[in-house]
């Protein structure tokens, strides 16, 4: 038992941060988030859909009873359903309680989606966090059970990570050391590597102001506020070339179809928002309408969503 649902014992694969994140770059996947949604909102995966484990037994009216279908479609088409937590660990982790990604996923199998078709996000999205991949809008420092993690937690949760990932059931003490310099090595080896964000413009990060943030903390924490993941809402999306030209071209694509974007944005001169598209991730060159007024004098009153992050 756990988060106030019956585990029914049925497991699914993990799947790697890296191949996770190459998903969501390629439009392979779909991101069902099970924290809650205050979690939810305080930082994510792009374009994921929150289904938080606690919803299915204390607040079941609030759960978006469209995903589960949507689930089955995109699973029929051949695409992954990763199912997201904070770390995404396994009961051998944590005294035999099970991750709310675990429940989730039983949750959407026992409606019908492919277990084969499933996968619970390794590490969770902590692990996401501290790859130093993009993909994340939001808060970046790493929450536990909906605090942030201190420092002695995080490299807790990142030796466990490791043991999970080699099958360590139990480890001696010069195991657990073993694992906490190679813990230590990989985090080092993130913040030195080149960022995969696509430049240094393609993310802008800005100090949180949350609290629970020590200032004796070596840096400040930083919050993700241009997406470089948007998903399609409305089946309909309008295009220009740059920002300079007026003409606007109107698209027909697919509801939920992932749009990736370099992480620029503008504002044009009647309120509307337009990300820049990633060529360099297949996208063709130009710029794609967030959301804003209408393009007529009918609708320039009403503001519309196109893409969500």
């Not at 480890?171 to 993130?190: C, I, M, P, R, T």
């Not at 943030?213 to 740059?242: A, F």
């Amino acid at each position: 038992m756990g988060y106030g649902v019956a585990d029914t014992g049925v497991d699914f694969d993990f799947i790697p941060t890296k191949e996770a994140h190459e998903l969501l770059k390629s439009d392979k996947g779909i991101f069902v988030d099970a924290r809650d949604l205050d979690d939810f909102e305080k930082s994510k995966i792009q374009t994921s859909y929150n289904f938080p484990a606690n919803d299915i037994m204390f607040k079941p009216d609030r759960l978006d009873k469209t995903l589960v279908q949507r689930c089955k479609d995109v699973a029929a088409k051949g695409k992954l359903i990763i199912v997201v937590s904070d770390a995404g660990i396994s009961g051998m982790q944590n005294r035999g309680h099970v991750s709310r990604c675990r429940h989730v996923a039983q949750y959407l199998h026992e409606l019908g989606v492919e277990r084969e078709s499933i996968r619970r996000l390794q590490g969770g999205i902590n692990c996401w966090k501290r790859s130093g991949l993009d993909g994340i809008f939001g808060d970046m420092r790493r929450y536990y059970a909906g605090t942030v993690m201190n420092a002695d937690k995080e490299a807790q949760l990142d030796v466990e990570a490791l043991a999970d990932e080699v099958g360590c059931a139990a480890l001696d003490q010069s195991s657990l050391a073993a694992l906490s310099v190679q813990a230590s090595l990989s985090l080092e080896s993130a913040a030195a590597a080149p960022s995969a964000q696509g430049g240094a413009e393609a993310i802008c990060l800005v100090p949180a102001q949350a609290e629970g943030w020590s200032d004796s903390q070596s840096s400040r924490p930083l919050v993700v506020t241009s997406p470089t993941v948007y998903r399609v809402l409305k089946g309909e999306v309008y295009k220009k070339v740059s920002p300079e030209v007026d003409k606007v071209i109107k698209l027909s694509w697919a509801v939920d179809r992932l749009v990736r974007t370099t992480g620029e944005v503008f504002v044009g001169s009647s309120g509307g928002r337009w990300a820049e598209l990633d060529a360099g991730c297949g996208e063709k060159a130009g710029w794609v309408y967030i959301e804003g007024p209408g393009f007529g004098p009918s609708t320039r009153n009403i503001t519309t969503k196109y893409l969500a992050a």
